[in-house]
Each structure stands twice: as structure tokens, then as C-alpha cells.
């Protein structure tokens, strides 16, 4: 499923994105800055059913469509699903610069993904809200060795303004292997598309 | 009946608690429901969207309550709660010779397919949760008799083609099939045996031999005997019938990594996104109904000012007098095996999957019901590959029922090597063969010892799993005259038992069930998931939904028409 295009040496790829990381550091607004490149003060849960899609387009003609998975919630008791962890390609797991703890915390995240995640996952740590330097509490240096230890890619990121976001999930779709693109359901060969022929007639004759 | 406006849908979302370690859960909702099984699960996503507030708790570890799936660490630990204390499940074994790695399994409690045509297949798509779905489709049905699986020909082709079947039968067949998919209008046909098993009716009206009507009320119809009332059944033959070639020449998908529990996970997201509230690892110790106040084990206390929904599996000894009882009475024995062969044999062409029914009397020990196996091969996300799973069940209960479980299996296991044993690769002549009293064959192996150094380890069937439980239910079978399904002191009572899982494979009963809950809850079921969800892909989507609608409304009947020359 690695290529469905492969005309005249473009190609493309679609790969699941999830995101972790406390409530409130600003992982929605993370997406919707890259998705929408729109900042909203207050969450907007009505959007979608099911996830925001965006592509990015790199240097050698390919494409990556993230397709991605924001927590709706579930994480606040740690009641996320293992729908949400499976198949996933690659993660943004988000702390708050200015909330040192959030740091802690983003490493235990860390560590669930790659407890529950597929081996290989690629894994981005953002530090957010760089918009309000006044108030950091994570040092940058600090951060930067935790996510070179832990192999991740790290980028700090301010959803407000937009500074760094789109060069996160850029990097992360240079990162990811292109070879492992999501099969998702409607473009599996085996799947079936719910949503494609639903009740239509037959193709062909059935005699 | 009770209507009330919830909060508004403005606020969803907008609650911000402090960052905290463990943040103290919400101490007030609309409505509170206990336990993640499918039941609750679209109940919290209809009631979030519809624009209460829902706060959706559930005592155990992982989403799927009664219907959950399992890895290989989980399912040991499950056997000893069960048997321990459990209002749903009762005498658990398990058997597993040696460990595996157990991420790569998944089982299932109450394994369903879906079929291609159905009310949960269109929520599925009005809701959007299908999109967090795999689905995979399953074409082969088939049938125990005479000692072998004979594949239901169901399609008009399948008919054409028989070897089996006389032109005359064939005739009835279609004759039969044509009546099937609009019944409804043709009560004239059926109206007389409305309430006389729909194995008189065959017989009757349309001449149909034991065979025909096996595999079209027990394999095709999935009931479980010849006894159901004539248009019980007749609606489950029709449902089979109408499936076909909605997606493609099969009746029913399946979703991968395991049933109603991963259309749970797909609902309780769908709510979450709707702003319900959720916390796994919360048992329900205490209640006072008069204030309308559940107390949890971590010490959240949740007021609720609707309805508390309770799943009979989530209601501890604690809360068990304060609770109007459901009292399930109703079993389904279930036998599940994973096996070390991919069973290839038993599947249509690019597919993993499929569905054997044993009819009433089938079986050397004189089963009264069918029993039904389910078996999936690696695609399915539930086995690794070369590994198959088999789930048998029979609405037969007690130790009887767990003999007619063991004694299809054993049909299942001598089937399977029979049928593999054509692939062999090197020679065999009949001299090799001797037939055991029951007419299985079996190699000689002093003869073959040789030959068959290499090859003996690979097919022989070895169980990696066993696994066997009882079932209750408060749903009745079909036989049985249909119940109220929610089990309630009437409208007026705040807390609301939802039933246990239908007697079925299917997901059939299952969102009419919640539609009576939520109209309980709501007023009415009007505006059951009415909701314009904003898309990404809107303009692709809507467009599909409306042919969706569109089709739905025109109610396809596959063409079996006239132009039928036997």
C-alpha cells in the first residue's frame, strides 16, 4: 500500500498521526494551526467525526497525508482506546514550555506509545506555547537531551503564532518510512469501503 | 415520559480543570452511564451529540464490558474474575499449553459479523465511526452434513451450478428465494402460519426438502432451529438475501481486531468528540437513587439529573439491592480455539473468514440447537499468520450445550485435517488410507513414517487456545416470545439495566435496543445521531452519504428475477 500513485515519479503516502500528551498543553491547537492554520481560544470539539486530515508536500515529489488522531479527551483518565494507538505510524506527544512538569509527563507518554504503539514509530516532542517565553519553565536544552536519548524528533512550537509547527510535522513526514503508509480500510485491497457502493446496485451482472 | 433541554452544546469542551496529576473526575452530569458494551457505547455517543452531558464509566480496565476483547495476558486474569464474581459469565476454562506472544492475539467475548445490509451498518455511516474501522468481507457460509461442510449456495449462480440439487429442487429454491425478499407485501402466503415454526411453512407451501430448509433457516438465517416462527425467520433469510451484493458477492463484513468491542472504541471516541467524559478502572460502589449520586472506587462521586444507565455486568454486590434486577436467565455457551493452521480451505478466494453452521441433529450428540463457528484466518488481526481462530457458540445451555460445542469442534478438527490433507505433497495411494469407525480417514503411518517425518508436525492440528464459558442474557432466544429488552421500573425510574448481549453472531437488535433507551432518556428517538457533522472531506463525503440515503430509501432487492429458466 506504500505508493497508490505512481505517476511520473510522484508519490504519496498516507500515514496515521496520533497525538499525546497532558490535557491543555495545546495539542489541539497544535493540529488546527497545521490543519486549519487557525488559532482558536476555545477547544472546538464539534469538528469532524473522526479526524482532521493535512498533507504535506516535500522536496523529492512526494506527498504525506497525515491523517490525524486527536485524544478527544480520553486521555484526562488515561482512558484512551486501543483503537487510537493501533497502526499509528507516527506521534506528536506535546508538554507546555512554561509548566515544568508537563515534561515529566510527556516522557511517561513516551513510554506508552512505545509500549502500546507499533516498533518503529516515529515520534515528535513538541514543546508548545513558546509564544509565552516570559513564563518558561522547561529549559530548551534540557528538553533537546531528553529527546536525543529518547530518539525523538523535537521541535519547539507555539500554536498561537505558528512558529515551528509546520516544520514539525514537515520533519516527521521526512522521518517516516514511506514504505509503511497506512493501509486504512477504503484503500486496502482486502478492506471493504463501507461507504463506497453502500446499497447501490451490483457492478456487473450477477447472473 | 421525560424531556428536558440539556446543557447547552456551546459548553461542551470548554471545562478547564486544572493541570493536575490526577485530576479529579466531574462530579455532576445529564446522564451517567456505567460499562463501555455496545448498548452504552452508542447511547453516550447518540446522547453527547444530541447535546447531554455524559459521563461514561467503566469498572474495568479496557472499553467492551461483557464484550470485550482479550490478549493472551488479559484473558488469564479474566477467567479468575469471572469465576469469581460475575452476573454474566460463569464457569470459565481456559487451556493454553504453552505462552505466546500474546499482543499478537485478540479474542473475543462475543464474536459478530455484519451484515452488508442493516441498521448498524447505516449508523455506522450516519455516525461516521466507520471510519475508524477496518472492515474485511466474509462470503463463505457452510453447512455440516453428512459428515462434511457443504458451501450454502445462496446466490442465483450458486443454484445454477449445484451438482447437489435436482432441477426440481432447484425450482423450489428459487421459487422460495423470489417470495423471501418481499414477504412483507405477501401475507397472504405466510399469514396462516404467523405463529407456527417457518419449518411447516417450507415444507407446506414451497415443498422444500430438510436439506434446503437447514441451510436457509439455520446457515443462511442463522437461526437457531427449524422452530422459529415463520416470519422471524423469514425476515433473517431476507436479511441474508438482501446483503448480498450490496458491497459485493457477500453477505456480510466483519471488523478487524475483534467485534462489538471495536465498534464500542469507535462510539465512546465519537462521544468523547461529542464531549462525554470517560474513566476506565471505575467500579460502581454505592448509590442513592433519591439524590441521584453514584459513588466510584477512586472516590469520584457523580450526580447525574437524568438517568443513570447501568450495564448488569457493571452492578457490583454493593449496589445490587438498589437496582431493579434484570435477572438474565437466558445462556449461550461459547467454545473458542486457536488453532496452529490457516484454514485456508474453508475460505473464498482473497478472503479469511468464515461462518459453520451446525444444524439441529447434525451432531452425534443430538444437539437441539444449531451451533455456529466463526473462523478467522490472520486477516482478521486476531491471530498471527498459519494461525486460525475458531469461535463455536450455541444458545443451548448447560453441560449439554458444552457437549454439542465439543462435539462440532471435533467435526472441525477432522474436517480440516481431511481437507488438507489433499494438498499432501507426496504420494499417496488408497492402500495409505484406513477409515476410523466414524469414516475419518487416516493415514498409516508405519507405512508413511517415512515420508511424513517432515510433514507430520506441520498438520497436525495442535490447540494453542481453549477456552470455554457460559453466557447470560435477559434477550431472549428466537424461539422465545420477544420481551421488553430494557428491564425498568417504567420511565419514571432513574436508573436504567440494559440488557445482555442478543442470542446472535449479528449485531441484529442491538440499535433498536438503544433507540428505546435514548427515546427513555430523551423524549422520543426523532433525533437519534442527527447530526450535520462538520468534514474534512466534506464535499466527497456528503455526496456519498446522500446515495447512501438515497439507496436506503429505495430499499434495493437484488434481482432474482423472472428470467429464472430451470
Same mark, same amino acid.
Given at each position: 500500500?506504500?505508493?497508490?500513485?505512481?505517476?511520473?515519479?510522484?508519490?504519496?503516502?498516507?500515514?496515521?498521526?496520533?497525538?499525546?500528551?497532558?490535557?491543555?498543553?495545546?495539542?489541539?491547537?497544535?493540529?488546527?494551526?497545521?490543519?486549519?492554520?487557525?488559532?482558536?481560544?476555545?477547544?472546538?470539539?464539534?469538528?469532524?467525526?473522526?479526524?482532521?486530515?493535512?498533507?504535506?508536500?516535500?522536496?523529492?515529489?512526494?506527498?504525506?497525508?497525515?491523517?490525524?488522531?486527536?485524544?478527544?479527551?480520553?486521555?484526562?483518565?488515561?482512558?484512551?482506546?486501543?483503537?487510537?494507538?493501533?497502526?499509528?505510524?507516527?506521534?506528536?506527544?506535546?508538554?507546555?514550555?512554561?509548566?515544568?512538569?508537563?515534561?515529566?509527563?510527556?516522557?511517561?507518554?513516551?513510554?506508552?506509545?512505545?509500549?502500546?504503539?507499533?516498533?518503529?514509530?516515529?515520534?515528535?516532542?513538541?514543546?508548545?506555547?513558546?509564544?509565552?517565553?516570559?513564563?518558561?519553565?522547561?529549559?530548551?536544552?534540557?528538553?533537546?537531551?531528553?529527546?536525543?536519548?529518547?530518539?525523538?524528533?523535537?521541535?519547539?512550537?507555539?500554536?498561537?503564532?505558528?512558529?515551528?509547527?509546520?516544520?514539525?510535522?514537515?520533519?516527521?513526514?521526512?522521518?517516516?518510512?514511506?514504505?509503511?503508509?497506512?493501509?486504512?480500510?477504503?484503500?486496502?485491497?482486502?478492506?471493504?469501503?463501507?461507504?463506497?457502493?453502500?446499497?447501490?446496485?451490483?457492478?456487473?451482472?450477477?447472473? | 415520559?421525560?424531556?428536558?433541554?440539556?446543557? $447547552?452544546?456551546?459548553?461542551?469542551? &470548554?471545562? +478547564?480543570?486544572? @493541570?493536575? #496529576?490526577? %485530576?479529579?473526575? /466531574? !462530579?455532576?452530569?445529564?446522564?451517567?452511564?456505567?460499562?463501555?458494551?455496545?448498548?452504552?457505547?452508542?447511547?453516550?455517543?447518540?446522547?453527547?451529540?444530541?447535546?447531554?452531558?455524559?459521563?461514561?464509566?467503566?469498572?474495568? $480496565?479496557?472499553?467492551?464490558?461483557? &464484550?470485550? +476483547?482479550?490478549? @493472551?495476558? #488479559?484473558? %488469564?486474569?479474566? /477467567? !479468575?474474575?469471572?469465576?469469581?464474581?460475575?452476573?454474566?459469565?460463569?464457569?470459565?476454562?481456559?487451556?493454553?499449553?504453552?505462552?505466546?506472544?500474546?499482543?499478537?492475539?485478540?479474542?473475543?467475548?462475543?464474536?459478530?459479523?455484519?451484515?452488508?445490509?442493516?441498521?448498524?451498518?447505516?449508523?455506522? @455511516?450516519?455516525?461516521?465511526?466507520?471510519?475508524?474501522?477496518?472492515?474485511?468481507?466474509?462470503?463463505?457460509?457452510?453447512?455440516?452434513?453428512?459428515?462434511?461442510?457443504?458451501?450454502?449456495?445462496?446466490?442465483?449462480?450458486?443454484?445454477?451450478?449445484?451438482?447437489?440439487?435436482?432441477?426440481?429442487?432447484?425450482?423450489?429454491?428459487?421459487?422460495?428465494?423470489?417470495?423471501?425478499?418481499?414477504?412483507?407485501?405477501?401475507?397472504?402466503?405466510?399469514?396462516?402460519?404467523?405463529?407456527?415454526?417457518?419449518?411447516?411453512?417450507?415444507?407446506?407451501?414451497?415443498?422444500?426438502?430438510?436439506?434446503?430448509?437447514?441451510?436457509?433457516?439455520?446457515?443462511?438465517?442463522?437461526?437457531?432451529?427449524?422452530?422459529?416462527?415463520?416470519?422471524?425467520?423469514?425476515?433473517?433469510?431476507?436479511?441474508?438475501?438482501?446483503?448480498?451484493?450490496?458491497?459485493?458477492?457477500?453477505?456480510?463484513?466483519?471488523?478487524?481486531?475483534?467485534?462489538?468491542?471495536?465498534?464500542?472504541?469507535?462510539?465512546?471516541?465519537?462521544?468523547?468528540?461529542?464531549?462525554?467524559?470517560?474513566?476506565?478502572?471505575?467500579?460502581?460502589?454505592?448509590?442513592?437513587?433519591?439524590?441521584?449520586?453514584?459513588?466510584?472506587?477512586?472516590?469520584?462521586?457523580?450526580?447525574?439529573?437524568?438517568?443513570?444507565?447501568?450495564?448488569?455486568?457493571?452492578?457490583?454486590?454493593?449496589?445490587?439491592?438498589?437496582?431493579?434486577?434484570?435477572?438474565?436467565?437466558?445462556?449461550?455457551?461459547?467454545?473458542?480455539?486457536?488453532?496452529?493452521?490457516?484454514?485456508?480451505?474453508?475460505?473464498?478466494?482473497?478472503?479469511?473468514?468464515?461462518?459453520?453452521?451446525?444444524?439441529?441433529?447434525?451432531?452425534?450428540?443430538?444437539?437441539?440447537?444449531?451451533?455456529?463457528?466463526?473462523?478467522?484466518?490472520?486477516?482478521?488481526?486476531?491471530?498471527?499468520?498459519?494461525?486460525?481462530?475458531?469461535?463455536?457458540?450455541?444458545?443451548?445451555?448447560?453441560?449439554?450445550?458444552?457437549?454439542?460445542?465439543?462435539?462440532?469442534?471435533?467435526?472441525?478438527?477432522?474436517?480440516?485435517?481431511?481437507?488438507?490433507?489433499?494438498?499432501?505433497?507426496?504420494?499417496?495411494?488408497?492402500?495409505?488410507?484406513?477409515?476410523?469407525?466414524?469414516?475419518?480417514?487416516?493415514?498409516?503411518?508405519?507405512?508413511?513414517?517415512?515420508?511424513?517425518?517432515?510433514?507430520?508436525?506441520?498438520?497436525?492440528?495442535?490447540?494453542?487456545?481453549?477456552?470455554?464459558?457460559?453466557?447470560?442474557?435477559?434477550?431472549?432466544?428466537?424461539?422465545?416470545?420477544?420481551?421488553?429488552?430494557?428491564?425498568?421500573?417504567?420511565?419514571?425510574?432513574?436508573?436504567?439495566?440494559?440488557?445482555?448481549?442478543?442470542?446472535?453472531?449479528?449485531?441484529?437488535?442491538?440499535?433498536?435496543?438503544?433507540?428505546?433507551?435514548?427515546?427513555?432518556?430523551?423524549?422520543?428517538?426523532?433525533?437519534?445521531?442527527?447530526?450535520?457533522?462538520?468534514?474534512?472531506?466534506?464535499?466527497?463525503?456528503?455526496?456519498?452519504?446522500?446515495?447512501?440515503?438515497?439507496?436506503?430509501?429505495?430499499?434495493?432487492?437484488?434481482?432474482?428475477?423472472?428470467?429464472?429458466?430451470?
Amino acid at each position: 500500500m506504500a505508493t497508490p500513485r505512481t505517476s511520473s515519479q510522484e508519490r504519496f503516502a498516507q500515514f496515521k498521526l496520533v497525538l499525546l500528551g497532558e490535557s491543555f498543553v495545546g495539542k489541539s491547537s497544535l493540529v488546527t494551526r497545521f490543519v486549519k492554520d487557525e488559532f482558536l481560544e476555545q477547544r472546538e470539539s464539534t469538528i469532524g467525526a473522526a479526524f482532521l486530515t493535512q498533507t504535506v508536500s516535500l522536496e523529492d515529489n512526494k506527498t504525506v497525508r497525515f491523517e490525524i488522531w486527536d485524544t478527544a479527551g480520553q486521555e484526562r483518565y488515561k482512558s484512551l482506546a486501543p483503537m487510537y494507538y493501533r497502526n499509528a505510524n507516527c506521534a506528536v506527544v506535546v508538554y507546555d514550555i512554561t509548566q515544568a512538569s508537563s515534561l515529566e509527563r510527556s516522557k511517561a507518554w513516551v513510554k506508552e506509545l512505545q509500549h502500546r504503539a507499533a516498533d518503529g514509530i516515529i515520534i515528535g516532542l513538541a514543546g508548545n506555547k513558546l509564544d509565552l517565553e516570559d513564563k518558561r519553565e522547561v529549559p530548551t536544552e534540557e528538553a533537546r537531551a531528553y529527546a536525543e536519548e529518547a530518539g525523538l524528533l523535537f521541535f519547539e512550537t507555539s500554536a498561537l503564532t505558528g512558529e515551528n509547527v509546520l516544520e514539525l510535522f514537515t520533519e516527521i513526514a521526512r522521518k517516516v518510512p514511506f514504505e509503511n503508509s497506512t493501509a486504512r480500510p477504503r484503500m486496502s485491497a482486502k478492506g471493504v469501503d463501507l461507504n463506497k457502493n453502500g446499497g447501490t446496485e451490483a457492478q456487473g451482472c450477477n447472473c | 415520559m421525560s424531556s428536558f433541554s440539556a446543557s $447547552s452544546v456551546s459548553k461542551r469542551g &470548554s471545562i +478547564v480543570p486544572p @493541570l493536575a #496529576e490526577d %485530576p479529579a473526575f /466531574v !462530579d455532576s452530569c445529564d446522564v451517567l452511564i456505567c460499562g463501555t458494551g455496545i448498548v452504552e457505547s452508542i447511547l453516550a455517543a447518540a446522547l453527547a451529540w444530541q447535546g447531554s452531558n455524559v459521563a461514561h464509566l467503566d469498572r474495568n $480496565s479496557i472499553y467492551g464490558d461483557s &464484550s470485550a +476483547v482479550l490478549n @493472551l495476558d #488479559e484473558l %488469564p486474569r479474566w /477467567v !479468575d474474575e469471572v469465576n469469581y464474581e460475575s452476573a454474566v459469565f460463569s464457569n470459565a476454562k481456559l487451556y493454553q499449553p504453552r505462552p505466546l506472544d500474546s499482543k499478537k492475539y485478540f479474542v473475543d467475548l462475543t464474536p459478530r459479523v455484519l451484515f452488508a445490509k442493516s441498521d448498524m451498518l447505516q449508523l455506522l @455511516l450516519k455516525s461516521r465511526v466507520y471510519k475508524y474501522l477496518e472492515f474485511r468481507s466474509l462470503t463463505n457460509f457452510h453447512t455440516y452434513e453428512n459428515d462434511s461442510f457443504e458451501k450454502v449456495p445462496a446466490s442465483k449462480q450458486d443454484i445454477f451450478t449445484s451438482q447437489q440439487m435436482s432441477p426440481v429442487v432447484k425450482r423450489q429454491l428459487m421459487k422460495f428465494i423470489k417470495f423471501t425478499v418481499e414477504w412483507e407485501r405477501l401475507y397472504n402466503v405466510w399469514g396462516p402460519y404467523r405463529d407456527k415454526p417457518v419449518v411447516e411453512f417450507m415444507t407446506k407451501e414451497f415443498q422444500l426438502e430438510q436439506t434446503q430448509i437447514d441451510e436457509l433457516v439455520q446457515s443462511i438465517g442463522l437461526c437457531s432451529s427449524n422452530d422459529v416462527a415463520t416470519p422471524v425467520a423469514l425476515h433473517r433469510i431476507k436479511r441474508y438475501l438482501v446483503s448480498l451484493e450490496t458491497y459485493g458477492a457477500f453477505p456480510v463484513v466483519y471488523s478487524m481486531y475483534g467485534s462489538a468491542s471495536e465498534l464500542s472504541q469507535g462510539f465512546c471516541r465519537s462521544a468523547a468528540v461529542g464531549g462525554a467524559v470517560y474513566k476506565l478502572n471505575a467500579t460502581l460502589t454505592g448509590l442513592d437513587v433519591d439524590s441521584k449520586t453514584a459513588i466510584f472506587n477512586d472516590g469520584s462521586k457523580v450526580r447525574w439529573s437524568e438517568k443513570l444507565v447501568v450495564s448488569e455486568a457493571q452492578i457490583t454486590e454493593q449496589v445490587r439491592s438498589k437496582i431493579p434486577s434484570s435477572n438474565p436467565e437466558y445462556q449461550i455457551n461459547h467454545l473458542t480455539v486457536i488453532v496452529n493452521m490457516d484454514c485456508k480451505e474453508w475460505f473464498a478466494e482473497g478472503e479469511d473468514a468464515a461462518i459453520i453452521v451446525f444444524p439441529v441433529g447434525s451432531l452425534s450428540s443430538g444437539n437441539t440447537k444449531t451451533v455456529q463457528a466463526i473462523c478467522y484466518g490472520a486477516e482478521s488481526g486476531q491471530v498471527p499468520p498459519g494461525q486460525c481462530i475458531w469461535y463455536l457458540s450455541t444458545v443451548q445451555g448447560g453441560a449439554t450445550g458444552q457437549r454439542d460445542l465439543e462435539e462440532a469442534l471435533s467435526k472441525m478438527e477432522a474436517s480440516i485435517l481431511r481437507e488438507s490433507t489433499e494438498d499432501f505433497e507426496f504420494q499417496v495411494d488408497q492402500s495409505d488410507v484406513i477409515f476410523t469407525p466414524s469414516g475419518d480417514p487416516v493415514l498409516s503411518s508405519v507405512k508413511l513414517g517415512k515420508s511424513m517425518k517432515d510433514f507430520v508436525p506441520e498438520k497436525k492440528l495442535t490447540y494453542l487456545i481453549k477456552l470455554s464459558y457460559n453466557q447470560k442474557t435477559s434477550i431472549p432466544p428466537l424461539e422465545e416470545s420477544i420481551k421488553d429488552v430494557a428491564k425498568n421500573d417504567g420511565d419514571e425510574s432513574p436508573v436504567i439495566v440494559t440488557s445482555g448481549a442478543p442470542t446472535e453472531i449479528t449485531y441484529d437488535g442491538i440499535v433498536e435496543q438503544v433507540k428505546k433507551i435514548y427515546a427513555q432518556i430523551v423524549g422520543s428517538d426523532d433525533d437519534f445521531f442527527d447530526v450535520d457533522f462538520e468534514d474534512d472531506e466534506e464535499d466527497e463525503l456528503t455526496g456519498m452519504a446522500k446515495q447512501n440515503k438515497k439507496q436506503e430509501d429505495d430499499d434495493h432487492v437484488p434481482d432474482f428475477g423472472d428470467d429464472m429458466e430451470l
